[in-house]
């Protein structure tokens, strides 16, 4: 693919995709410190609670398949403007819930309606700047929407403290709205995607081992790290008598790296090649899941090394996952939307299976947490040496 004739709108149509999808990302990170305090405000337990996270990746993995099908065959730039309007609506619903219940279902919707810009982000990026340069724009969206996890939980931690658990869902609904109406006034910024209207439908890519190969160890390998994170409030408050404070601290570091190791990523690519980066990324980070798996069976609880052994997994992220979801993206061979909604799709389910897995015994310490996060990323480095990769480097 090459670039699109877009010229110095580029720039503006890269931040407005940029924001459209870290405000997604934002409808978990924003909310996570609010998770322990539930039950005591709406009623339930720590495990109910932690489906308040559950739900809304799976809601926002339902979305994808519905945006990836609709991208295909409509204009993506209104069907953006149409999920952050729907976004904005819901999240302000969700802040009236008087239930776990009643949250868990709006949470559903909400991360339903939030999907759009995850689907269409990637093939933006390819129409915009080409495949030369795409590497290193999705790595530098990768940074840029990495900072959400570090600081939208400082930032909730701050809302929780002035307005109560109800105020992030206040924000993430007046921003959605007004970011809805910047898409629309632009709009003409963005390039103007149908994608693989005729390319099969979804069958054809979950029929092609190679696209798989790529799309689920890349899911596996970023799911084992968002398991962590939405687990760890609970675990360090409710199990290792830790608090939200040592929690950021785990955020800020991790994040640190996997900034340092993403801004690199493209440079390293071009020198060293797609497949060699992708598998030194998951090596590292199947290296912090064995880590942190001993740790746990020693019985290990101190947070301090928990960051620590957090570390590999997003130094590992951060160099393997730009080459890697692009290389998804190419094996799905023109059917961007597809693609990109069926890799997040499956970094969702992954999320959301071992949360849910998790849940259970999230009060039991370290150990739950560290064995579903090492099976993880140690099934994404099997996936590598079992199924061949794309032609070329």
Do not use: C
Not at 181 to 204: C, D, E, F, Q
Not at 261 to 275: I, V
Not at 312 to 327: E, I, T
Request: aromatic content about 8%; charged content about 10%; glycine content about 14%.
């Amino acid at each position: 693919m090459t670039a699109g004739k877009h010229g110095g709108h580029a720039g503006i149509a890269f931040a407005l995709i940029v924001t459209s999808t870290v405000l997604g990302i934002a409808g978990t990170d924003l909310v996570l410190p609010a998770v322990p305090g539930l039950p005591e405000v709406l009623g339930g337990s720590y495990a109910q609670a932690q489906f308040v996270l559950a739900a809304f990746v799976t809601g926002a993995a339902v979305g994808l398949l519905v945006f990836g099908t609709l991208g295909a065959r409509f204009d993506q730039r209104r069907l953006l403007v149409a999920s952050l309007v729907a976004y904005g609506l819901i999240s302000a619903a969700a802040g009236f819930s008087t239930s776990l219940d009643m949250l868990i279902g709006l949470r559903f919707l909400q991360g339903a309606a939030g999907s759009a810009a995850a689907v269409f982000a990637p093939g933006m990026i390819r129409a915009l700047f080409g495949d030369e340069r795409a590497v290193g724009k999705l790595g530098l969206l990768g940074s840029i929407e990495s900072l959400t996890p570090a600081l939208a939980p400082v930032a909730g931690v701050w809302l929780l403290s002035l307005g109560g658990w109800t105020i992030s869902f206040d924000v993430i609904a007046t921003l959605s709205l007004l970011l809805a109406a910047a898409v629309a006034l632009l709009s003409r910024h963005l390039p103007a995607l149908m994608t693989g209207k005729g390319a099969g439908g979804y069958a054809h890519l979950l029929r092609d081992a190679v696209f798989l190969r790529y799309a689920v160890s890349h899911a596996f390998t970023l799911g084992a790290l968002l398991v962590i994170v939405f687990a760890a409030p609970t675990v360090f408050v409710a199990a290792l008598g830790a608090g939200l404070k040592d929690f950021i601290i785990m955020q800020m570091t991790g994040i640190a790296t996997f900034i340092v190791a993403a801004n690199w990523t493209g440079r390293l690519t071009g020198r060293f090649g797609a497949e060699r980066m992708i598998w030194f990324g998951t090596a590292l980070s199947a290296l912090g899941g064995v880590a942190m798996l001993a740790y746990a069976l020693t019985g290990g609880a101190n947070t301090l090394v928990v960051t620590a052994l957090f570390v590999p997994f997003n130094f590992g992220l951060g160099f393997r996952g730009p080459p890697g979801f692009h290389r998804a993206v190419v094996a799905s061979q023109g059917d961007d939307a597809r693609g990109a909604a069926l890799v997040v799709v499956a970094i969702l389910g992954t999320t959301a299976a071992g949360t849910a897995v998790v849940a259970p015994f999230i009060t039991l310490g370290l150990l739950p947490l560290a064995i579903v996060a090492a099976a993880l990323v140690l099934a994404a480095l099997l996936l590598l040496a079992v199924i061949p990769p794309l032609k070329g480097n």
